[in-house]
């Protein structure tokens, strides 16, 4: 059996990782391999590079989970990056004009 993904966790807007310590505990518990990435909220681009550093330290399987906002940040962190399996999203409304976050 593979071993399994790392699983990536972007916290929304007025959060911060601390927000999935039940979540990384009981992954930890399991063997799975989980990041919880601390936004810096200084801007859009910050909060993407702030994901893409982390995924730098993670496996070649990547599940990155993006929460509000973090939905947002993951659908523009993930570009380009192969390690990166499958987006899921929660509590996330699609924004059609997402370029507009970054300006």
């Given at each position: 059996m593979a071993d399994p993904a790392t699983v990536a966790l972007v916290h929304g807007a007025w959060h911060g990782a601390w927000c999935w310590d039940k979540v990384v505990a009981q992954l930890a518990d399991a063997h799975v391999p989980v990041i919880a990435v601390d936004l810096p909220f200084t801007s859009f681009?910050?909060?993407?590079?702030?994901?893409?550093?982390?995924?730098?330290?993670?496996?070649?399987?990547?599940?990155?989970?993006g929460h509000s906002y973090g939905g947002a940040v993951i659908s523009e962190a993930d570009a380009g990056v192969d390690s990166v399996r499958h987006l899921v999203y929660l509590d996330y409304c699609v924004l059609l004009h997402l370029h507009h976050l970054g300006e």
């Open positions: 681009h910050d909060d993407v590079n702030a994901v893409r550093k982390a995924l730098d330290t993670a496996s070649d399987r990547v599940v990155l989970c």
